[in-house]
């Protein structure tokens, strides 16, 4: 979910509108490769495959799951020429060589809902990956495989570690929004915001984590089976006051709790063209970290 104190309510949502409108805008992706898959109640959902340059099927790549933000979808890795600053940085020796899955979770927080009519998280784990592990020949799981998101997809990827916590070797949550009791209220008084997204389907009346299990401070500080799990948090200094807060409050908690992690402030604000320069820093804490930490 997104983080709100009333009085700054109304810049998140014009960040939040303006992002669902350039998700609208006409764009004719080239680069990767983009599939569909049937998953439940005869939904169709649709994904798109990076790999880097001159790769084959017959080389082994670690896989990076990829988690879009509110308002975008499938395509804006590469709307947003994300691909072409990873082509840079691998021919150049500064980024690892991976596989990278980006599937499209609409604005449905990549939860598995609370009205059961979608759901995202089981589409994603049980559907999407599988048959890109097999189709790209990736290398196996949960040393090899990774999960990254921006904006609401670093409050999902936080939330896929925990409830597939086999699956993943590392995590990095960039700008993600990690709502308290006090700030989800603030959300439920939003309007615009229940336009935007469906709250009241996605988190129950309460339009709260706790339906499907506890939260996501709590977790990665007292759960040990995230304990094998490397996470990250990413933040910028100009980013939305909330999410400013929320990253913060959640670095202190885990400090205290001494709970290892990356914890990064880049210079800039809420936008592609801010986390674009940090993914070779995410990218080489999720894979080259873990690599060197597997041949120790």
Not at 205 to 224: L, Q, R
């Amino acid at each position: 979910m997104f983080q709100f104190h009333k009085k700054n309510v109304k810049p998140i949502l014009v960040l939040n509108f303006l992002l669902m409108l350039s998700a609208c805008t006409s764009f004719k992706p080239e680069r990767l490769d983009y599939q569909t898959i049937r998953v439940a109640n005869n939904i169709t959902m649709e994904y798109g495959v990076y790999t880097p340059p001159g790769w084959t099927e017959k080389e082994s790549l670690p896989l990076v799951l990829f988690l879009h933000g509110g308002g975008g979808n499938h395509t804006s890795f590469e709307k947003f020429k994300t691909h072409q600053y990873f082509d840079e940085q691998i021919t150049s020796g500064k980024m690892p060589r991976i596989i990278l899955l980006t599937p499209n979770g609409k604005n449905g927080f990549w939860e598995n809902w609370y009205d059961g009519s979608h759901n995202y998280r089981d589409w994603v784990l049980k559907d999407v990956m599988p048959r890109v592990q097999k189709q790209y020949n990736t290398l196996h799981c949960p040393e090899h495989c990774h999960l990254a998101g921006i904006s609401m997809g670093g409050f999902g990827a936080l939330r896929f570690a925990y409830f597939a916590n086999n699956t993943f070797s590392s995590v990095s949550a960039i700008s993600a929004p990690i709502l308290n009791t006090e700030e989800n209220e603030q959300a439920k008084k939003s309007i615009l915001i229940r336009l935007l997204f469906p709250l009241g389907k996605i988190f129950g009346p309460n339009f709260s984590e706790s339906y499907a299990d506890e939260k996501i401070e709590d977790v990665w500080v007292h759960d040990n089976e995230l304990e094998n799990i490397r996470l990250q948090l990413i933040v910028g200094d100009d980013d939305t006051k909330q999410i400013i807060k929320a990253n913060k409050r959640f670095h202190n908690v885990l400090t205290e709790n001494n709970r290892q992690h990356d914890y990064i402030i880049y210079s800039g604000g809420h936008k592609w063209k801010y986390w674009i320069p940090n993914f070779t820093e995410v990218v080489n804490f999720l894979v080259t970290e873990q690599t060197e930490q597997l041949l120790n």
